[in-house]
């Protein structure tokens, strides 16, 4: 993928400098997105209208000429890096080198994303190389446009999730109910063996996480406990899953919230009603409209039926405690925001929408649908049936 970069050459424009400098290693979405190279190691990527790498060692390079979006790949050996460590010592070495390195493209200043390292910047100011943050995060909001190939690299890791999806949802629905429990095959069913299941299925996929929500009860009160331990049956299992593609590196998203089981009236009232706040957004999505008007129609729903916001009360710790949605892409949760005072939406972003109430008294209910506005509304990518009891 060629990203267009020409928001970027805009931008260093307005600021006045020659270049924008990345240090990180390609788990930095940025980094990642401007190089196109994924190495587990920091390494440097100058812009300056064109994509140029260095490396502070050898090990990287010769796959980076191969597999780099880059005009130039070079080596800390080029900008004589042993000799200004043995001079000045690793630290400060590394910054005349990486000085030369920018002198070499006649560049004397630079911007850097907000989390750039301290020592580098300082270093680089000592060698006379102006550095100015980017408080914006320019590249992280290129980023949040996507292009046709990263909108196709989304739906391919969503099919992922939603086969994973099902496999958590076979395992709820084959499980049998012993004094209150779900069970499996004999042996209890815990939120890990239904981890287990996700995980599993997205290998055979090709994706991949980090770690996934199946919070049960009391647990599923709070939006960001992993959970853990058995079933309970009759009670609300919220299944939060973010996988990403091992070899496009995008993310899905998407939630589903199950009962095995008779849940209470109150679970079926907010299971109804967080349907409700879930379509009430997607029919205020569209291009040019507000991240905030999206929200605000959740919390329209739920405060109309007399239940607590964070709109309404910012100290509520039950009710709907969370933004609406977030961005996805190469990181999960990235530009734009669904959220009080989030800008408007544009073709090509790709949101979440993801309403929920929590109440340990109760437990939680979540759904989410992930969806990329158009030039006339959005495109669901979800195609997930919705069914609380299994």
């Not at 300056?48 to 050996?77: N, P």
């Not at 070499?104 to 006379?128: H, I, M, N, Q």
């Not at 995060?137 to 969503?158: F, L, S, Y």
Request: charged share 30%; hydrophobic share 35%.
């Amino acid at each position: 993928m060629d990203p267009d970069l020409s928001a970027l050459d805009d931008h260093l424009d307005e600021l006045g400098v020659d270049g924008y400098l990345v240090e990180a290693d390609s788990e930095e979405a940025d980094q990642y997105y401007l190089s196109g190279f994924d190495a587990p190691d920091p390494f440097v990527t100058l812009y300056d209208g064109t994509v140029r790498l260095l490396f502070a060692r050898s090990l990287e390079y010769g796959r980076a000429l191969r597999e780099a979006r880059a005009a130039s790949v070079e080596r800390g050996s080029d900008y004589d890096y042993e000799a200004h460590i043995e001079a000045h010592g690793p630290y400060e070495g590394w910054s005349h080198t990486l000085a030369d390195f920018l002198g070499a493209y006649d560049v004397e200043s630079v911007a850097t994303p907000p989390r750039f390292p301290l020592g580098t910047a300082d270093g680089l100011r000592k060698r006379g190389v102006a550095v100015q943050p980017d408080d914006e995060g320019i590249v992280t909001e290129i980023r949040a446009h996507k292009t046709d190939e990263e909108i196709a690299h989304i739906k391919e890791t969503q099919q992922a999730n939603e086969a994973a999806m099902r496999r958590a949802e076979t395992l709820l629905r084959e499980a049998t109910v012993e004094d209150g429990r779900l069970h499996h095959e004999g042996d209890p069913l815990t939120s890990e063996r239904v981890k287990e299941g996700i995980e599993v299925t997205l290998l055979r996929h090709g994706c991949a996480l980090d770690e996934t929500i199946v919070a049960c009860g009391e647990n599923a009160a709070d939006p960001h406990d992993r959970g853990s331990g058995p079933l309970e049956a009759g009670e609300p299992i919220i299944v939060d899953i973010f996988p990403r593609h091992k070899s496009t590196r995008y993310h899905a998203d998407m939630t589903r919230t199950f009962c095995r089981g008779e849940p209470s009236e109150t679970v079926r009232e907010w299971y109804d009603l967080t349907a409700e706040a879930k379509q009430a957004a997607l029919d205020t999505l569209a291009p040019g409209v507000t991240g905030e008007a999206v929200h605000a129609a959740v919390c329209d729903v739920y405060e109309d039926a007399g239940l607590a916001t964070m709109r309404a009360d910012p100290t509520t710790e039950t009710g709907f405690i969370h933004s609406t949605g977030h961005g996805v892409g190469l990181e999960v949760h990235e530009l734009p925001r669904v959220s009080e005072n989030a800008g408007e939406l544009e073709p090509g972003h790709i949101v979440t929408i993801e309403p929920g109430l929590y109440d340990p008294d109760v437990g939680g209910v979540r759904i989410e649908d992930i969806v990329v506005v158009t030039e006339d509304g959005y495109e669901n990518l979800t195609g997930y049936e919705e069914s609380l009891v299994v």
